[in-house]
């Protein structure tokens, strides 16, 4: 809803900041101060330092990061390619094939992860398959959590497709390959980047089903953030924990800076 009055706009910002404030931004903030204190007696952290970003970036917080940036990029290709695919695919289907396959791909995300998780684990414990232990069930589980969002994402863009396109190239004697790499794709290019971008922000941050399947040499780090706050130690939770917000924010920003020059192409 517009609102066209000065008076209707102040209170429109009023009721946004009121709101903006203690629900995203200020346990945000909290996060922060926390990263950057020696202590915390009264209400809130005091006792200025840096020195927790000295073991957040270092040593095994460093590892932890590596870990998660190289899960949620290879979590995020996958599915974007697995996504993407399903939704060209169910574009050409039936109504009821195509709503067949929208639920296969939003199952994992309509139970908890940690279900998602101890069915990959069950799964991938034996022959002939076993991935058990290793790195591989990680970024399995992340691509399977993350494929729904990508595949809803792209579906989304096709049905807003001007089939007129398409029909051009096929008209002047294009082969259907040609149109989908050459036509279809790159009218798709800012959807793909948006849900690579919404992918890659979820991986960053799984948890749940990660506790289950992580072998001790491929720690993310939500898991090492997880452990630091469970062993009692805050403010270093706190200071990993603004590295990986910090980390994401900027994958998310190149992300966004690729989308926006797609936009325009």
Not at 91 to 118: E, H, I, Q, Y
Not at 173 to 200: E, I, T
Not at 236 to 242: L, P, S, W
């Amino acid at each position: 809803m517009l609102v066209h009055s000065r008076k209707g706009k102040w209170a429109t910002w009023l009721v946004f900041f009121v709101l903006f404030l203690p629900l995203f931004a200020l346990p945000l903030l909290v996060i922060l101060a926390a990263s950057l204190s020696s202590h915390w007696s009264g209400a809130f952290p005091s006792g200025f330092t840096t020195g927790h970003y000295e073991s957040a970036t270092r040593g095994e917080s460093l590892k932890a990061l590596t870990t998660s940036l190289v899960t949620a990029v290879s979590a995020s290709l996958l599915a974007l390619a697995v996504g993407s695919w399903a939704a060209l695919a169910a574009a050409s289907l039936k109504k009821g094939g195509k709503r067949l396959l929208d639920t296969l791909f939003v199952l994992p995300v309509a139970v908890p992860s940690v279900v998602v998780g101890l069915a990959i684990l069950v799964a991938f414990s034996k022959p002939p398959m076993i991935l058990n232990g290793t790195r591989w069930i990680v970024i399995l589980a992340h691509t399977i959590l993350v494929t729904a969002f990508a595949h809803q994402s792209v579906s989304a863009a096709i049905v807003r497709l001007d089939p007129a396109y398409e029909q051009a190239a096929a008209s002047l004697g294009a082969r259907p390959s040609y149109v989908l790499w050459k036509v279809k794709l790159p009218l798709l290019l800012p959807s793909l980047n948006a849900a690579a971008g919404l992918c890659f922000a979820l991986s960053m941050g799984e948890l749940s089903a990660t506790m289950m399947l992580y072998p001790p040499d491929w720690m993310p780090l939500p898991v090492q953030i997880y452990a630091a706050t469970d062993r009692g130690s805050l403010f270093t939770g706190a200071a990993v924990a603004v590295v990986l917000m910090a980390a994401t924010l900027l994958v998310l920003f190149a992300v966004s800076r690729i989308r926006t020059r797609a936009s325009y192409r």
